[in-house]
Structures are given as C-alpha cells and as structure tokens.
C-alpha cells in the first residue's frame, strides 16, 4: 500500500510517517519543496520516499501523484500559524486552499478512484464558540475569527463538495491543539518550553514572555492524533468530518503552570502586546463522541507526559 503524506517534513508529517511505518506493507512518499528543512524526517530518510513537489504548482502535483499513485493521501501540507495569516492572508489562501484544490482536480483528471484522501481540518474552524454551546461536536456552526481559520473551513468544504460532486473519496478532521516533541516553535506549549529550556541554560533572563492566558484550549498528544488521521481513512465515512481533541479544556494560564511544575526555577511571568491577536478564540473544547462510535478512537496520553517530553525535547536543542 503507497501512503503520500504532504508536509512530511513538518511537525505531524513526521509523526504520521513514523505511524505509518509501524502498519504492514506499506510504502511512505512524503512531498517535499527544494528548501524544506529535513530534520524532523532525519532518522527516517533510510525509510521514506522523498518526492519534489510543490504543491503550489498544480502540474506537479498532477504528475506525482501519476508516478506515485497512492491509495491514502494525508494531506497535511499548510501554513498552520493563525498570526501568520493575519500578516499575509493571501499567501495562507494559496498555499492552504490553491493547493488542496490541486490534489483534489489531480485525483478527478487522472481519475484515480480508489484512493483515499485525509483532509486536515481544525478546531479554529469553529471559531467564536460560546459557553453553552460546548463540547463541540460536528454540528456546531463555523464562525471562524482569522485568515488561517476560514482557510481551513475552504479547504474542509472542498474536500466535502468533491466527494460529492465526484465521489471522491475524502474524509475530514477537525483537530483540536496537538503537541509533543518536534512542535514548531512559535506554537504556544512550544515556545513556552523553549522559554523555560533557555532560561534552565542561562542563555535567556528568568522572563517567560506570553500574550493572552485567558484563552482556553483542549489539547492532545500529536502521537494520539495521528493514528486517528489513519484510522479516519481506514474506518471513517467517505465525506464524513470527524473532530479529535480530548474533550477537556484548560486555560493557557494553566498549561502555564503546568509547564512551570517541571523546572525548579524562579521564573517571573511577563505579558508583552505583541502577543495579543486582533481577536483571538477563547473557548475550543472537543466532543469526539462520533470519532469514538465511528473508529474506536480515544486519547491514550496524558497532558503532563505530553509536556514533559516536549520540555526535554527543548532541553536537548537550546
Ligand atoms: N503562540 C502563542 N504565543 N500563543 C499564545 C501566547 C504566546 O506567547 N500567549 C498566549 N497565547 C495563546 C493564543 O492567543 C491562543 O489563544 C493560544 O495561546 C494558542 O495559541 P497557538 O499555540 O498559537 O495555537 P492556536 O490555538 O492559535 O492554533 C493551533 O491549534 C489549531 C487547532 O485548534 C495551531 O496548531 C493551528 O494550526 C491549529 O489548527
């Protein structure tokens, strides 16, 4: 079986190809651009095949997936960071919606009907969500509140018109926040343990710097979360959304002083405003009831155990 996982590179491609790996007979293709760094896939390179392309270009998107022609596609490929798209919300368009737009006519025009496409959605999707409209399930209205978030919602509503358009076969997630080792670091847990790493070594004064710790998230292990994108293909609905989260929320405050619970050190507390966001989601908490019902699925790893090796993740690089 030939898995393509776009974004192989990136923090969860790397973590779905290790995934991947552990299943019988399967082959792992992750696409990659000319400047992708390729640390995260290093200790995986003897195992996975690396294939140029661009997924900006809708020609070489065509053509690998007629040299690869793979039965599950994962894509993962996006501009993930929701300040980012605030600065260039074209360019979080075309690299997030252009792109799948690409796969998916790729799969029509070379009419590969049997292969299985993931399509990664986001818990931003749903946006400004009030108190008594939690824990989100699927049928919670999309209000979403950045550039990134309403790039997702496209990216989510294409994968559901192509399958029913074209009966393609495409199955959606809708990921709640997820972490671990190999977390980018401008992510909040990430750069907070990064933080708290410099900091143990002396390179940084006893500060963490933060924005709005009022914000309440749900988060899970990236591990747990990928092996629900492959159960999602392997006993998910065709044109089906499915949410992954944990189903408790906790407040940035908290994953704060969790985070602090690791390190001995005094370390003052600083708000600084170029971390606050022009609006910023408040409340995400997760009802995965339907995931659960439809794959068995349910998070296996603790928050603590998830942030301690993220921390020692840290601890080994700064
Ligand atoms: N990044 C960051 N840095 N966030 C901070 C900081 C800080 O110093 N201080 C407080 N926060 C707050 C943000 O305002 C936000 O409310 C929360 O921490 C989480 O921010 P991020 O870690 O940047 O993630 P996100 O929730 O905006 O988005 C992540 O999760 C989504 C799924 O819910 C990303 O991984 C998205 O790609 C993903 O779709």
């Not at 898995?3 to 696409?31: D, K, R």
């Not at 670091?185 to 390179?203: N, P, W, Y």
Request: net charge negative; glycine share 6%; hydrophobic share 40%.
């Amino acid at each position: 079986m030939r898995v393509l996982i776009t974004g192989i590179t990136g923090f969860v491609g790397s973590h779905l190809a290790e995934y991947a790996l552990t299943q019988e007979g399967v082959e792992v293709y992750g696409t990659v651009r000319w400047r992708s760094r390729l640390d995260n896939v290093e200790h995986l390179l003897d195992r996975i095949k690396l294939v140029d392309c661009d997924l900006r270009d809708g020609v070489a998107v065509r053509r690998t997936l007629e040299e690869v022609k793979p039965d599950y596609i994962f894509h993962l490929a996006a501009q993930s960071f929701v300040p980012t798209s605030w600065k260039a919300p074209a360019e979080t368009f075309i690299t997030n919606v252009i792109s799948q737009l690409h796969i998916l006519e790729a799969i029509r025009e070379l009419g590969l009907r049997d292969t299985r496409v993931h399509v990664a959605g986001s818990s931003e999707e749903y946006g400004m969500v009030y108190e008594h409209e939690t824990p989100i399930t699927e049928e919670n209205p999309l209000r979403p509140l950045s550039p990134y978030a309403v790039s997702k919602v496209a990216q989510d509503l294409l994968a559901y018109q192509y399958h029913q358009s074209y009966g393609i076969y495409t199955v959606r997630t809708r990921a709640f926040n997820h972490t671990g080792p190999r977390r980018g670091h401008v992510f909040v847990e990430s750069d907070f343990t990064r933080q708290v790493a410099l900091i143990e070594k002396g390179k940084k004064e006893p500060v963490i710097e933060v924005g709005n710790l009022e914000a309440r998230r749900d988060f899970s292990d990236v591990r747990d979360i990928v092996r629900g994108y492959w159960l999602s293909l392997e006993m998910g609905e065709p044109g089906e959304v499915y949410n992954l989260g944990s189903g408790k929320a906790i407040t940035i405050r908290e994953l704060l002083d969790l985070i602090l619970s690791f390190t001995d050190i005094e370390i003052e507390i600083r708000q600084v405003p170029e971390r606050m966001r022009p609006s910023d989601v408040m409340l995400l908490v997760a009802d995965y009831t339907k995931f659960h019902k439809a794959t068995g699925w349910e998070p296996t790893i603790p928050l603590e155990r998830t942030i301690e090796d993220l921390l020692n993740y840290w601890r080994e690089r700064v």
